[in-house]
């Protein structure tokens, strides 16, 4: 629901608006918004140990599940854990010698995420790695451990750039890497409203000429509703 507001002098009325997005998301969710339950169970434990309700949506991991089944994905690379929400959709898709390697640099979260994946019977797909992107992907491409069928990018928006670059270091020609978040929050689009915005909107417009890839966009309807976001596709040449 968004928020509006009527001023009327004096007398200011609050009400809720209903989203046109609301609607189509229900209609939607009602039908391919399914999940194992181990799945739901990642989702309300990581509501209640008070992280950001930042997860993707239930269709969007759907969406990861069936583009990495398709890309016939054995070596993954997350970017960005959280509660291990995701990671676990990715998990999921691989075969039983397939390998999962997720960043995350909040320990506490790395930690949850790790009983998360034991819990969901997955833990001996994925390997957590706690640190900072840049230097756990810096020593991911030193160590020679790419190259890496697909990569999911979910993690600080500043740096989505960083990262896609050393992602193409450990990737290679068909590899698909996926961007979370590419349409920043605000009032007006293309408009950055705040620091985060301006460097996703540089950051889409680097992506839109790069030689070496081939970039695509699904548009995504936010879990809360609120807005509409954008998962970048990309093929690697
Ligand atoms: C938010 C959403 C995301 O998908 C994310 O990765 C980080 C933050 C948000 O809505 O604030
Ligand atoms: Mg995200």
Redo the contacts with the bound molecule.
């Keep these: 629901m968004s928020q509006g507001k009527i001023g009327l002098g004096y007398l200011k009325l609050n009400f809720k608006m209903k989203s046109p997005l609301e609607d189509i998301k229900n209609y939607f969710d009602r039908r391919f918004s399914r999940e194992e339950p181990a799945l739901t169970a990642i989702r309300s434990s990581s509501d209640q140990a008070g992280l950001p309700p930042?997860h993707?949506p239930i269709y969007l991991g759907k969406l990861l599940y069936i583009l990495a089944k398709m890309q016939n994905a054995k070596k993954i690379l997350e970017i960005?854990t959280l509660a291990g929400y995701s990671t676990a959709w990715l998990a999921q898709s691989l075969p039983s010698h397939g390998k999962l390697i997720t960043l995350e640099i909040n320990p506490t979260y790395a930690a949850l995420a790790q009983d998360h994946l034991q819990q969901a019977h997955l833990a001996h797909l994925v390997e957590i790695r706690v640190g900072h992107a840049v230097d756990l992907l810096a020593q991911l491409a030193h160590q020679q451990e790419g190259p890496f069928d697909l990569v999911f990018i979910?993690a600080d928006k500043e740096n989505h750039a960083l990262y896609l670059d050393w992602s193409l270091n450990l990737t290679q020609t068909g590899s698909v890497i996926l961007i979370?978040?590419l349409l920043p929050k605000g009032d007006s689009v293309g408009q950055p409203a705040h620091q985060e915005a301006e460097a996703v909107y540089s950051f889409n417009d680097y992506l839109a000429q790069h030689p070496q890839l081939e970039v695509s966009v699904i548009p995504v309807i936010?879990r809360d509703i609120q807005r509409m976001?954008g998962l970048g596709l990309i093929y690697v040449k």
Excluded: F, R
Aim: hydrophobic residues 25%.
């Design positions: 930042i993707i960005g979910d979370d978040n936010t976001d």
